[in-house]
């Protein structure tokens, strides 16, 4: 592990890293880069987390890394017992593709309800979003694009009016392995999936004020799967792992179908 230099502000009892974390508590801090070495397997799953040796290695005193573990184990990336200690759980990338797919689903139905009935101040502040995308198309910083994408998301979802959706979206993102994932520039690599991303999140916000709800949900899901694909691409290169592409696509046609006879008053068939 490469060594971090941390500081103490005035009045602090545990140190702040210097220049290398976004200011959030310590624990946080240390969550988001042992979740970041499990998510990208340089920690194997069965593998112990000691808190002596991890507290030695970050610098720090046991309390901030009993903390950080128990932040991982809510991100369902550590089992914790309290007899054996903590170990890293397996994470297939099946289960990343799950928690995309679960994402999608829930967004899909943020901006169908957005186009239906727009709300001004949201669409606004989309507007703004993709002001800001198309301004990040021509900057090499996939990660900043990535937190751009996530906000117009966000944004999406609190549009939809509906209080229950953006609890289950802020829930995944906070109790799931969904933020530590994006810790490393996992797509948006280059300007022309940029560019492409940027339009659909513009065709979104068109279809929405021009209150379309099917045109808005066929450009956002596209925009949403292709983040998924190309995402698990670059997990799947970083861990060594392959992943079944065509496996996912399958489901997604399946639930597309379902939803479309649903909609249409057809029976459902029965697997």
């Given at each position: 592990?490469?060594?971090?230099?941390?500081?103490?502000?005035?009045?602090?009892?545990?140190?702040?890293?210097?220049?290398?974390?976004?200011?959030?508590?310590?624990?946080?801090?240390?969550?988001?880069?042992?979740?970041?070495?499990?998510?990208?397997?340089?920690?194997?799953?069965g593998?112990?987390?000691?808190?002596?040796?991890?507290?030695?290695d970050?610098?720090?005193s046991r309390?901030?890394?009993?903390?950080?573990?128990?932040?991982?184990?809510?991100r369902?990336?550590?089992?914790?017992?309290?007899?054996?200690?903590?170990?890293?759980k397996?994470?297939?990338?099946?289960s990343?593709a799950?928690?995309?797919?679960?994402?999608?689903a829930l967004?899909m139905?943020?901006?169908?309800?957005?186009?239906?009935?727009?709300?001004?101040?949201?669409?606004?502040t989309?507007?703004?979003?993709?002001d800001?995308?198309?301004?990040?198309?021509?900057?090499d910083?996939?990660?900043?694009?990535?937190r751009?994408?996530?906000?117009?998301?966000?944004?999406?979802?609190?549009?939809?009016?509906?209080?229950?959706?953006?609890?289950?979206?802020?829930?995944?993102?906070?109790?799931?392995?969904?933020?530590?994932i994006?810790?490393?520039?996992?797509d948006?690599?280059?300007?022309?999936?940029r560019?492409?991303?940027?339009d659909?999140?513009?065709s979104?916000?068109?279809?929405?004020?021009?209150?379309?709800?099917?045109?808005?949900?066929?450009?956002?899901?596209?925009?949403?799967?292709?983040?998924?694909?190309?995402?698990?691409?670059?997990?799947?290169?970083?861990?060594?792992?392959?992943?079944?592409?065509?496996?996912?696509?399958?489901?997604?046609?399946?639930?597309?179908?379902?939803?479309?006879?649903?909609?249409?008053?057809?029976?459902?068939?029965?697997?």
């Amino acid at each position: 592990m490469a060594a971090t230099t941390y500081r103490r502000a005035a009045g602090d009892d545990e140190a702040a890293p210097v220049g290398r974390f976004s200011l959030r508590t310590l624990p946080d801090q240390i969550a988001e880069e042992l979740g970041a070495d499990i998510v990208s397997g340089r920690r194997k799953a069965g593998e112990r987390l000691v808190e002596l040796d991890l507290a030695r290695d970050f610098g720090v005193s046991r309390g901030p890394i009993r903390e950080a573990i128990r932040i991982l184990e809510r991100r369902r990336l550590v089992e914790l017992n309290p007899r054996r200690g903590a170990y890293v759980k397996p994470l297939s990338l099946k289960s990343v593709a799950d928690l995309f797919n679960v994402r999608t689903a829930l967004s899909m139905l943020a901006v169908r309800t957005m186009a239906t009935s727009p709300i001004e101040s949201f669409v606004d502040t989309l507007a703004r979003r993709v002001d800001e995308l198309n301004a990040g198309v021509e900057i090499d910083d996939p990660l900043s694009f990535a937190r751009t994408t996530t906000r117009a998301v966000r944004t999406i979802a609190r549009g939809s009016g509906n209080e229950l959706l953006v609890e289950l979206l802020a829930d995944l993102a906070n109790q799931t392995v969904w933020t530590t994932i994006w810790k490393s520039p996992l797509d948006y690599q280059t300007r022309k999936i940029r560019r492409q991303s940027a339009d659909l999140m513009a065709s979104t916000l068109r279809a929405i004020r021009q209150r379309r709800p099917n045109a808005a949900e066929t450009h956002y899901r596209e925009l949403l799967e292709g983040d998924r694909d190309r995402a698990l691409a670059t997990l799947s290169r970083m861990r060594g792992e392959a992943i079944d592409f065509s496996g996912i696509a399958a489901a997604e046609s399946a639930g597309i179908a379902e939803r479309s006879a649903r909609s249409s008053g057809r029976p459902v068939a029965q697997p």
